[in-house]
């Protein structure tokens, strides 16, 4: 099992940005798709960005298409999300998820997500 831990979260100004990491250790690390997924208060949590574990697929909501980056390093054990021209409405919980495999087709269930962070807060002021 992928144990995972997140960091970088905090308070920002509307239009800045943040990068999020996402330390794991295990020995499947490399071996498996990572994933983001966000929940603000009141509502569910959803699906934010995903990368296979090559690196070479990726896949993002739309809402954050253009402004959310997400990589790893296979080599640290990290995955990333860099986060610019945040708004208000990006505030959330985010949570850092390994895959049950390397790679898919469609990221957005959580089903397919065997191991889960605790979370890190991200807070946009306007």
């Known amino acids: 099992q992928v144990r995972l831990v997140e960091s970088g979260g905090g308070l920002v100004q509307a239009g800045g940005s943040l990068r999020l990491s996402c330390g794991a250790s295990g020995r499947t690390f490399s071996s498996s798709a990572k994933g983001w997924f966000r929940q603000a208060p009141g509502k569910e949590r959803e699906f934010v960005a995903a990368?296979?574990?090559?690196?070479?697929?990726?896949q993002y909501t739309d809402s954050v298409k253009g402004r959310f980056t997400i990589s790893r390093d296979n080599t640290k054990n990290t995955v990333y999300l860099q986060m610019n021209s945040l708004k208000p409405e990006d505030t959330a919980v985010y949570y850092c998820?390994?895959?049950?495999?390397?790679?898919?087709?469609?990221?957005?269930?959580?089903?397919?997500?065997?191991?889960w962070g605790q979370g890190t807060q991200v807070t946009v002021s306007s």
């Open positions: 998820a390994a895959a049950r495999g390397p790679s898919y087709i469609d990221y957005e269930r959580e089903s397919i997500f065997g191991s």
């Open positions: 990368i296979s574990f090559s690196g070479y697929s990726t």
